[in-house]
């Protein structure tokens, strides 16, 4: 059975650092662009981060640049995002999403074909 599952999340004090890893199993992480997205209060979901199969990064939020790291081993079937300088504003439940990279279109970090659960991260003192 083909999924993903997030893991690495939990309970960090402002400041603090947390890595967050995406590992799909069923299927080779390797073909696919990766991307991050984080739901805090609401409905809606951000795009945190995301990408390519290849290692090239396709999209950073903005509040992120210069604090998240991505980045992915494909040998271990399995993508990264590494968190620095937390602050309560990045509370949220943070989600992979795979979307496979067909020959011929672009890559895509919206309409992705797979979702994991999410994990948690809380950042409070």
């Known amino acids: 059975q083909s999924q993903l599952a997030e893991s690495g999340g939990g309970l960090v004090q402002p400041g603090g650092s947390l890595r967050l890893s995406c590992t799909a199993s069923g299927f080779s992480l390797g073909d696919y662009t990766v991307a991050w997205f984080r739901q805090a209060r609401g409905p809606e979901r951000e795009l945190v981060s995301c990408i390519s199969g290849s290692g090239k990064m396709l999209y950073s939020l903005d509040s992120v640049k210069g604090r998240f790291t991505t980045f992915r081993v494909n040998a271990e079937n399995t993508v990264f995002l590494r968190m620095s300088m937390l602050n309560s504003e990045d509370t949220a439940v943070y989600y992979c999403?795979?979307?496979?990279?067909?020959?011929?279109?672009?890559?895509?970090?919206?309409?992705?074909?797979?979702w994991g659960k999410g994990t948690l991260v809380t950042v409070s003192a």
């Open positions: 999403a795979a979307a496979l990279e067909r020959p011929g279109t672009g890559y895509s970090c919206y309409d992705m074909d797979s």
